[in-house]
């Protein structure tokens, strides 16, 4: 199918944007100057009296496979989660969909990479646009990215890459929530990135468990002074650390010292590093190789 690509120009777009048709491509001028900018919250109430909760919150939403986002930024403005609760800057629940030069903007639960958990802990739905859909592997690839947040801030099912991107922590909290289906070999790789932010010292933990089977890997990533030297944490211990598989490998900074981490968490061998090729983990049954399309041609870099 021929992929429709849709050049945006620099400015700020005040709305909730959604994409629900495969094949699209939209390409900024700038990430820096053309940004997709909303305030919706956990915590705002809808006119029949029901609350956003978190799935409603988003300013933009990729509810189709085979997108590719370039040079633009997802924000949300609505503030801090102790006060409006989430508030997602992107809801992400495609297949074969790629971000490169762009940037996401919140607090807490900032970027979604969905697809959901089979069922919520806390109520009978999640609540959202794409509740009730049913399960299936998602891929996702970020390259050369800013992500900015404070709780949660990358959560979510996706088998996804991150890929020298820049994770900032502008509070305490942690990176990470993952909800790794069990079947799933991949969670979460972050390859080359730069963890920085204004948080205080030892105050930010690389991730936590959403669900059980939690699979999140950095390697050879740049960890600042607010990485917590435990590294790691449970969910308000909820969840049996048997299954996880937080690894790192060749990190390195202030908060790359391993010698306190969680006995739980892993240090892969350079043999499991190298086994988390980009290719390998996103290729899937169909080959899948957002690299190779952006070599190609296929995509404006």
Not at 43 to 61: D, Q, R, V
Not at 171 to 186: F, H, L, R
Request: net charge negative; aromatic share 12%.
């Amino acid at each position: 199918m021929e992929e429709t690509v849709i050049y945006v120009r620099s400015g700020v777009y005040e709305e909730k944007l959604h994409i629900t048709k495969p094949f699209i491509r939209l390409i900024g001028e700038s990430a820096e100057t053309t940004i997709v900018t909303n305030g919706d919250y956990a915590k705002k109430i809808f006119p029949n009296g029901e609350p956003y909760h978190t799935f409603h919150s988003y300013t933009a939403l990729i509810g189709a496979n085979d997108v590719t986002m370039e040079r633009l930024t997802f924000e949300n403005t609505a503030g801090k989660g102790e006060e409006v609760g989430q508030a997602l800057a992107a809801y992400v629940d495609g297949d074969r969909v790629s971000f490169r030069d762009c940037r996401f903007i919140g607090h807490q639960d900032t970027l979604f990479t969905g697809p959901l958990p089979p069922k919520p802990r806390d109520r009978s739905t999640f609540g959202g646009p794409r509740d009730g859909i049913p399960p299936r592997t998602v891929r996702q690839y970020y390259e050369r990215c800013y992500i900015r947040g404070d709780v949660d801030f990358i959560f979510g099912s996706a088998t996804a890459v991150f890929l020298d991107c820049e994770i900032v922590s502008s509070g305490k909290g942690w990176v990470t929530a993952a909800s790794t289906p069990e079947d799933v070999q991949y969670g979460y790789v972050f390859i080359g990135c730069k963890l920085t932010g204004e948080a205080p010292t030892e105050s930010v933990g690389l991730g936590r468990p959403w669900r059980n089977y939690a699979k999140v890997a950095f390697v050879r990533c740049w960890l600042g002074p607010h990485v917590k030297k435990a590294g790691w944490d449970r969910w308000n211990e909820r969840e049996s650390v048997e299954a996880l598989a937080f690894a790192e490998y060749g990190n390195m900074g202030p908060g790359a010292d391993v010698g306190e981490r969680v006995e739980w968490s892993k240090q892969l061998t350079e043999q499991e590093a190298k086994a988390l090729d980009i290719d390998r983990i996103l290729a899937g049954r169909d080959g899948w190789s957002p690299r190779a399309a952006w070599a190609s041609g296929r995509r404006d870099g």
